[in-house]
């Protein structure tokens, strides 16, 4: 029998304060085998043995057989029984600590699952927390060694280059849960102390609870969301050992415990929610993209520019200049501007992506040089395969208004893709691009907007054009 704080023998001694640390024990406080302990009236020496299935005394309170002297088991002094040899009479004893037993770890694992409380009950205060330490880094560890094996599979593939990317995943995998369980320490105690519960073996008692709980991390083995079960198993049995361990309220305990993992759970899978369906959304947006454009041949990155623009202008803030569409809060990529022998065209004097890598105050910056020399009555300007012809359209115009023009991208093709304030047309380029034109100059004219400027003049520079570049449309038959 020893003292939960120091291990100091405590047989055939009074209830009271340990001699070596103070900390006040009682036979009542342990548990033992039955028929293990001789409990001795401390009047007489008479031996009585503890038959109930904690070891102790049963009832716990009557007369010596002996002296007649009324006594109760925590009067009593403790001896160990002689039949026991070498063998420990003490029921409860942490199992990691007894370096005599065989697969110790796995013993721990389990009584940090099963019976986390009993397992710090029989852990020492004083002396056991380098042991905490070593058995979590086990479990970290342990593992952790999946990730790697994975990682080394992959490798195999060409899927993870050098022993650098395994040293950071050794790194991740191991100093990460031990930072987390130090953080998760502290703050657990600050709680305990915020709520005035008694903590009378301090902070490292606290650590002990959590890290010999830490058995429960081994879940993170499992595929897919293992973490997060092993994170809020462990979340469930460290309350529950340091609930024993201070002799707190049980309350506290799991509020301060178990509180801030649960916090963390919570917020992880309230992001990977935001992102499911955040990528549902995002899909079922694509899909409606692909069906006002299933008519078109409009590549992706143009039905992305496209849906940006159109968003602008039904907002009433269209761009002055295309290229303000781009930037990294922006989902349109500098390659919807490529053309067939151009990927990455030139807007002023920087590259589009240059542009699109730009600090947002730069962009802008360099996108007012370009215009401040625009007239203000701009029709039409053109960015690589892109003409827009978005400016003056506001949001409730006729819906057949072009927003912009996708040249062909291909060569040899002769198809030019048409985007509507609502939907999208195609158009050849060769016999019927300039009657698609008038068309839309009638529209326009109804509108109250300029003319564009024939197909050849738009497909021929970059603008900006303006009215004075248009044609008055001509009357087209079966056009109001």
Same mark, same amino acid.
Request: charged share 15%; net charge negative; proline share 8%.
């Given at each position: ?8 023998? *405590? !047989? ?66 403790? *001896? ?21 037993? &065989? ?16 397992? *710090? ?53 191991? *100093? ?16 305990? &102390?915020?709520? &005035? ?29 293992? !973490? ?18 201070? &002799? ?233």
């Amino acid at each position: 029998m020893k003292c939960p704080g120091c291990e100091y023998e *405590l !047989w055939n001694l009074k209830a009271g304060p340990c001699p070596e640390c103070g900390r006040p024990f009682k036979p009542s406080d342990f548990d033992f085998l039955p028929n293990a302990v001789k409990f001795c009236c401390p009047h007489c020496s008479q031996a009585y043995y503890g038959t109930n299935e904690n070891g102790q005394l049963e009832p716990d309170t009557f007369d010596c057989v002996s002296c007649g002297r009324h006594v109760t088991t925590d009067d009593m002094l403790l *001896l160990p029984a002689e039949a026991l040899g070498k063998r420990t009479p003490t029921k409860s004893i942490n199992p990691w600590l007894d370096s005599n037993r &065989k697969r110790r770890w796995f013993a721990t694992i389990a009584a940090g699952f099963g019976q986390p409380g009993r397992l *710090l009950e029989a852990t020492p205060a004083i002396g056991s927390s380098s042991r905490a330490t070593s058995y979590a880094l086990l479990n970290f560890v342990m593992a952790g060694m999946f990730i790697l094996v994975l990682m080394a599979v992959a490798s195999l593939g060409g899927g993870m280059g050098g022993g650098g990317d395994f040293l950071l995943a050794l790194l991740a995998v191991v *100093l990460g849960p031990a930072v987390l369980m130090g953080v998760w320490t502290l703050v657990a105690h600050g709680i305990l &102390k915020l709520f &005035k519960q008694p903590t009378p073996d301090g902070l490292g008692r606290t650590y002990q609870a959590i890290a010999f709980t830490s058995g429960a991390w081994l879940l993170a083995l499992l595929p897919c969301f293992g !973490w997060t079960f092993g994170f809020l198993a462990w979340s469930l049995c460290a309350p529950v050992a340091v609930y024993r361990a201070h &002799k707190c309220k049980l309350w506290a305990a799991i509020v301060a415990t178990g509180g801030p993992p649960m916090a963390v759970v919570l917020a992880v899978a309230g992001l990977y929610a935001w992102l499911i369906f955040g990528t549902v959304g995002m899909m079922q947006s694509m899909n409606v993209q692909q069906a006002w454009a299933a008519q078109s041949q409009l590549d992706f990155e143009v039905i992305m520019l496209t849906n940006e623009l159109r968003d602008n202008v039904k907002a009433g803030t269209p761009p002055l200049h295309g290229a303000s569409l781009l930037g990294q809060s922006s989902l349109t990529p500098y390659s919807a501007f490529a053309e067939a022998n151009n990927f990455d065209v030139l807007i002023g004097t920087h590259r589009a992506s240059q542009l699109d890598m730009m600090d947002p105050n730069r962009r802008e910056a360099a996108l007012r040089a370009i215009t401040s020399t625009w007239p203000s009555d701009v029709t039409a300007h053109r960015i690589g395969r892109i003409i827009f012809t978005h400016h003056g359209i506001d949001p409730g115009d006729d819906p057949a208004l072009w927003l912009l023009i996708e040249l062909p991208n291909t060569p040899g093709d002769t198809i030019a893709d048409a985007v509507h304030l609502d939907g999208a047309s195609m158009f050849d380029v060769g016999t019927g691009a300039q009657f698609e034109i008038d068309q839309q100059n009638q529209l326009r004219a109804k509108a109250g907007l300029p003319p564009l400027p024939s197909f050849q003049t738009m497909t021929a520079g970059t603008g900006p054009w303006t009215a004075a570049d248009g044609t008055p449309p001509p009357a087209t038959p079966g056009v109001p």
